[in-house]
């Protein structure tokens, strides 16, 4: 077999699982179960089914998700950005500790942490609230995003700096007007990273949020949705091309930033 | 660059330097102080709190927990369910390792340089990746489950149901399939960028003297991709043994909670049992082990690595 031929059926191979979604997402059970593979017997009702389905209101999961996608991307940059300039740009001994600090922080796994911010979520009085979850959220973004952003910093001239503070400008200024926008590759990246790790988070928003509250993400939506009836595929297919069409459609206009993004993402340890 | 604000001596106008000061020493407190403040709170006292945590019986609810002591330690050291949950988490971690790394190098091989078909295969392979390992696993289980598309393909065609997922061992063995299928994109991915590191001038001499192409491979590029290896393996590894999210959509844990790794059976224990105590402790117990493998890991490839280069 020649390498292209062998490169195209493994294509193909990596498709197929997107095909049954797409194509059983337009069937009944009956054509779903006697052909799988085939197209035989579209239509609408399933997918209109699925979009009124009343365990899992879609529209609402897509917007408290864009919700918590937003406001984790704007706190995470408000916040790790000030802080990456000042370690970055400050020759004093107490900023290079709190880096390493921040660093430690790459190399704890999220498994750890579900237990106890139960605990501090409650003492706080924050469970169960959309701001407890997307102070959580943000927190698990910060030790990566300063990181980036502290080598990336170091890459900007500091003339640029002296130079806004000769005309009078102060640090914030200066950070703000000056520095800030030079960091948009490295935004991106992180903003890339975050939407997507938020986007798909299942554990944190299963626990943090829980089923009393009503608010259910796409993925704690789609688990609501589906688990329940994994045999009724009329529900499954639907249900799940719902949950993946926007990330997908986003990933094909995007896919040489995300990629790089999430690879980025890959190697936080 | 070396001479800073800080050192310039502020001769002419003191009283406005000074003010100047006071006030950039404001605005960068403005500036750590909030990322420090929440990253204490909701990352370094969570840490501290699980190690506590393991201690106690906390049930999820009461304020506060009783102490016990290493009771839950003790508990989990001779817990079958355990000793077969870390089993599972260590076999899908070794063979989860070997099947992104080989898949992965092997593929970054195939399409490595520049066309428009390679980037069309490397967005192929990798696509999995943007989905959540949620959703990869209901699709995978509408896919090859006991009334799944491939099992109706296979009945029609008079064959008996395949049970991908309905025994012990095809359960296992699809789980690893699946978490290799939706990850060695980024491996790929990884692979490649080490690639572009391996000196051309290298491969191309040693073409010349007449080396096979596995002999190139295994002599000039596979050396120098070293440091590629070591951070693609412990990366895998890292992720591997927190599998979560997949064990839920694809298998539940099941059959007969054959199929449960460590993480699952910690969120398990903490919020299906009310045992957080318990739960804790395992965690603590996995963050241990994680970093262990991890350093051992890195240790054993830095030693290879020194003696291909000597």
């Known amino acids: 077999m020649t390498r292209k031929t062998f490169l195209w059926a493994t294509a193909a191979f990596m498709l197929i699982p997107l095909y049954v979604l797409t194509v059983n997402a337009f069937k009944g059970q009956q054509d779903i179960l006697a052909n799988p593979f085939g197209l035989s017997g579209l239509s609408l009702e399933p997918l209109g089914r699925a979009l009124t389905n009343p365990n899992f209101n879609v529209f609402k999961g897509y917007a408290i998700t864009l919700l918590f996608v937003v406001a984790v991307n704007v706190l995470s940059v408000g916040l790790a950005a000030p802080a990456a300039y000042v370690i970055a740009r400050s020759p004093k001994r107490r900023f290079r500790v709190l880096m390493l600090f921040f660093l430690a922080g790459t190399f704890i796994p999220g498994q750890v942490l579900v237990i106890p911010v139960v605990y501090v979520l409650k003492t706080l009085g924050l469970m169960g609230t959309i701001r407890g979850f997307v102070l959580f959220e943000t927190t698990l973004t910060l030790p990566f995003s300063i990181f980036l952003y502290a080598g990336y910093i170091a890459t900007v001239p500091a003339v640029l700096d002296q130079a806004a503070a000769v005309d009078g400008a102060g640090r914030l200024r200066t950070f703000w007007q000056i520095v800030f926008p030079l960091m948009r590759p490295a935004v991106a990246t992180m903003v890339i990273l975050n939407t997507f790790s938020v986007w798909n988070d299942f554990v944190n928003p299963q626990i943090i949020l829980g089923p009393g509250s009503g608010l259910y993400t796409v993925t704690t939506g789609v688990y609501a949705a589906v688990s329940q009836y994994s045999t009724d595929y009329t529900v499954v297919f639907p249900t799940l091309l719902l949950a993946i069409a926007p990330l997908l459609i986003f990933f094909v206009f995007m896919q040489r930033h995300i990629i790089s993004g999430l690879t980025a993402g890959a190697t936080k340890g | ?310």
């Open chain 2, 1 to 310: 660059m070396t001479l800073t604000r800080e050192q310039a001596p502020p001769v002419v106008r003191k009283p406005v330097g000074e003010r100047r000061r006071r006030h950039d020493g404001l605005a960068t407190t403005l500036m750590v102080a909030p990322a420090t403040v929440l990253y204490v709170v909701m990352l370094i006292v969570p840490v501290g709190l699980a190690l506590y945590l393991s201690l106690t019986d906390w049930d999820g609810f009461s304020a506060d927990p009783a102490f016990v002591g290493a009771a839950n330690y003790v508990t989990l050291l001779d817990d079958p369910d355990l000793r077969r949950a870390a089993l599972v988490t260590l076999l899908v971690a070794a063979a989860g390792t070997a099947g992104l790394n080989l898949l992965g190098l092997g593929f970054a091989l195939l399409v490595n340089g520049a066309s428009r078909a390679n980037t069309f295969f490397r967005i192929v392979l990798f696509y999995p990746h943007v989905l959540s390992a949620l959703v990869v696993g209901f699709l995978w289980s509408a896919i090859l489950g006991t009334s799944g598309a491939v099992n109706n393909l296979v009945t029609t065609w008079g064959g008996a149901v395949i049970p991908f997922l309905s025994d012990p061992a095809w359960a296992t063995v699809t789980m690893i399939a699946v978490l290799v299928w939706a990850g060695f994109g980024v491996n790929v991915v990884l692979y490649l960028a080490g690639l572009q590191a391996v000196p051309h001038s290298l491969v191309e001499a040693a073409r010349i003297d007449g080396a096979t192409r596995w002999q190139v491979f295994r002599n000039v590029t596979l050396p120098a991709l070293g440091p590629s290896v070591t951070v693609n393996i412990v990366l895998s590894l890292v992720t591997l043994l927190k599998t979560y999210d997949l064990v839920v959509s694809l298998t539940a844990g099941g059959p007969a909670g054959q199929t449960q790794t460590v993480a699952y059976l910690i969120l398990w224990n903490s919020f299906h049992d009310a045992r957080l105590g318990f739960g804790s402790a395992q965690s603590v117990l996995l963050m241990l082990v994680t970093a262990a493998l991890a350093f051992v890991v890195t240790k054993l490839r830095r030693r290879g690595e020194l003696a291909v280069h000597q």
